[in-house]
């Protein structure tokens, strides 16, 4: 929440333009996506194109504003911890596909196995830490909340 | 003033169930928040799923979140006073006083006088939403569409000009809240806006992906970054009782800084960590004489706490008699609301008044315990701060999935929720917030239909936005906030170059 700035003038400048540019150029395709949405009728005047458009504008002046004016920005991570920030989602995306065939327990066991390492746990607490996690969440919501969660069809089930 | 509401809601609020919801959330809360990485609305927002998955009913469920939040704020103050590290962003200042006091051996002081401080903010900030939430939500009774579309333009104003140092970055997160709202069916024409072809759009973006993308996912990544920097948890907390002496000295700065924080919680879009920052310069431009603030002085920990407080109360006002939130976190609770088809806003008081009843009558309840759990309990919430984030963030990652894939066992909304996630990191990093995002996107729909019915009324013509009293008066004041604050950070500049050439 801080509006102290964790990089160099030049890095928040970079940053800055960087970010205006994309947010540019989101407004510039929404605005088009909005134009070009397909209805049949509307029982108002304004109609479901407006206001997305409307939207679109306000963003680009938003974003040339931003443009001349970054403020503060924390900066990105480099090396080993960008590499380790990667890698949360990769092994995200790892557990999500396996979430509903190799069943909720098993995907949650590599996802907080995983994450745990990532997170700097040595390997016996990483393997005790993901099968107690598997194991409570499994019983909480499963057993104790009733939430329905799959068991997953991977191993003949 | 007609008070039958709140009546009505201690009944629902003193039924067993709602206790022992209310015990659960204020624990859950205080734990929440005295972890430095987890604020109000992680918390709100991983919970949420699971007590609408449970099938609580709406009034059990807001009186849940309701102690997670107000629990959260009393907790943020344990990891600011011990790690010098804010619980969450009503708790930056808490610090400021709080830190230095447990390095000088006065940790368990701190700890008991802040946990008072907070509960007179909190039973103050109650009695302001008691009284005050009927008076509004009669005089908003009135507003038509036309009204309610400058109301949030007024929001808008207010987020922009007092949420962060950069308005534009503000209102870009707005604007991009409110153009996530704008996907999905669009209910008047029958139209598909920006889906994609994608059927599991058709509904729009699902709130709970949202938020717990924003909040959740985001955070997790920040915590990986900020691993290793060096974080020392005092241990030593002395004695545990506040000093009668110390609560004389801060009685006055106590009951002002409630006040303050009520005010400002009432003001749609900010929240506690505005509210704690001006209660603090306040409390040090009037109290400190002796140059003590920043250095452990009680009043300027007392100040903080009893705001940020008071603002958790009256964040309440607007969103529960105007339908639009006073802060992130009760934007959350909103869209909470929305899950259970329930549309806050003036007639939600006559309507259903054993949910805003409930509610108001649950914070009475929920800071007395909060007070019976903070002021012996404080201990073991300080050991929280002691779990690894090896063993903390996986166990968000897997709540943050289930919450998602609970509401409609659909895979698509959690790779939804990684990529929202991924997205708020990178935002976070170049310095944009995400409680605005979520003001946006849930005021959008209700902006857009509201400008849409004002026109349908008008046949089109623009000039209903500025046809009423009300319509006038909130542009007026909309134009306030957003210029007085830009004139008076230009005039304190030019006056410190002044003073700097003398």
């Keep these: ?157 | 003033m007609n008070l039958e509401y709140l009546w009505q809601g201690f009944a629902v609020a003193l039924t067993g169930q709602n206790l022992l919801i209310g015990l659960i959330g204020c624990f859950i809360g205080t734990l929440v928040g005295a972890l430095p990485a987890i604020g109000p609305i992680n918390g709100i927002a991983l919970l949420l799923p699971i007590a609408y998955t449970m099938g609580l009913p709406a009034e059990s469920t807001m009186i849940l979140l309701a102690a997670i939040y107000c629990g959260a704020e009393y907790g943020g103050r344990i990891s600011s006073i011990l790690l010098n590290v804010p619980g969450d962003a009503g708790a930056v200042m808490t610090a400021m006083d709080g830190y230095p006091m447990a390095r000088q051996g006065r940790a368990g002081e701190a700890l008991a006088l802040s946990g008072i401080a907070s509960f007179v903010g909190g039973i103050l900030g109650s009695i302001g939403l008691a009284l005050f939430a009927p008076l509004l939500a009669g005089l908003a009774i009135g507003f038509g569409p036309a009204e309610y579309f400058v109301l949030m333009m007024f929001a808008f104003a207010t987020l922009g000009s007092m949420v962060g140092s950069y308005p534009a970055k503000t209102l870009i997160a707005c604007t991009l809240g409110l153009m996530l709202a704008t996907v999905g069916l669009d209910a008047t024409s029958g139209a598909y806006r920006f889906t994609f072809n994608e059927p599991e759009l058709g509904d729009g973006i699902e709130f709970v992906v949202l938020v717990i993308g924003l909040f959740s996912i985001s955070e997790a990544l920040i915590i990986l970054e900020n691993q290793g920097r060096g974080m020392t948890v005092i241990r030593e907390l002395g004695r545990m009782t506040a000093r009668m002496s110390d609560i004389v000295k801060c009685t006055g700065t106590t009951l002002r800084s409630s006040l303050i924080g009520f005010v400002i919680g009432v003001l749609p879009g900010t929240g506690a960590s505005v509210s704690s920052a001006i209660s603090y310069t306040t409390a040090k431009r009037l109290s400190d004489t002796e140059g003590t603030f920043g250095k452990g002085d009680v009043r300027g920990l007392a100040a903080p706490e009893a705001a940020n407080n008071a603002t958790a109360c009256g964040a309440f006002v607007p969103m529960l008699t105007l339908g639009v939130p006073g802060s992130g976190t009760t934007a959350v609770m909103l869209g909470a609301l929305m899950l259970y088809n329930i549309q806050p806003g003036p007639m939600l008081l006559t309507e259903r008044p054993e949910i805003v009843g409930g509610l108001v009558a649950s914070l009475f309840v929920g800071n007395l315990i909060l007070l019976a759990l903070n002021l012996p309990l404080v201990q073991i919430f300080a050991r929280v701060l002691t779990v690894p984030n090896w063993l903390l963030v996986p166990g968000i990652l897997v709540l943050s999935i289930v919450g998602v894939y609970s509401t409609h066992s659909s895979v698509f909304s959690i790779f939804l929720m990684m990529s929202i996630g991924m997205v708020g990191w990178l935002l976070r990093k170049a310095g944009f917030e995400m409680a605005p995002i979520i003001l946006g996107f849930v005021l959008g729909r209700l902006m857009e239909v509201n400008l849409r019915n004002a026109l349908a009324i008008s046949g089109g013509d623009p000039s209903i936005l500025f046809s009423s009293t009300i319509c006038n008066l909130l542009w007026v004041l909309a134009a306030a906030v957003a210029i007085v604050p830009f004139y008076l950070s230009r005039r304190s500049r030019r006056r410190k170059m002044l003073m700097a050439a003398e």
Excluded: N
Aim: proline content about 7%; glycine content about 12%; overall charge neutral.
């Design chain 1, 1 to 157: 929440m801080s509006d102290e700035s964790h990089c160099s003038p030049r890095a928040v400048q970079v940053i800055g333009r960087g970010a205006a540019t994309c947010l540019l150029a989101l407004a510039v395709a929404y605005g088009i996506g909005g134009s070009v949405i397909e209805y049949s009728f509307s029982s108002d005047p304004l109609g479901p194109r407006v206001f997305p458009m409307a939207l679109a504008v306000v963003l680009g002046l938003l974003a040339v504003w931003y443009f001349f004016s970054p403020g503060s920005a924390e900066g990105f991570p480099s090396g080993v911890v960008l590499a380790r920030v990667l890698a949360v989602p990769v092994l995200l995306v790892v557990s999500v596909v396996l979430f509903e065939p190799a069943g909720f327990a098993v995907s949650i066991f590599i996802l907080t196995l995983g994450s745990a390492f990532i997170f700097g746990a040595p390997p016996g607490k990483a393997l005790i830490g993901a099968a107690g996690h598997a194991t409570l969440w499994w019983v909480v919501f499963s057993y104790l909340l009733e939430v329905y969660l799959p068991s997953g069809t991977l191993f003949g089930r």
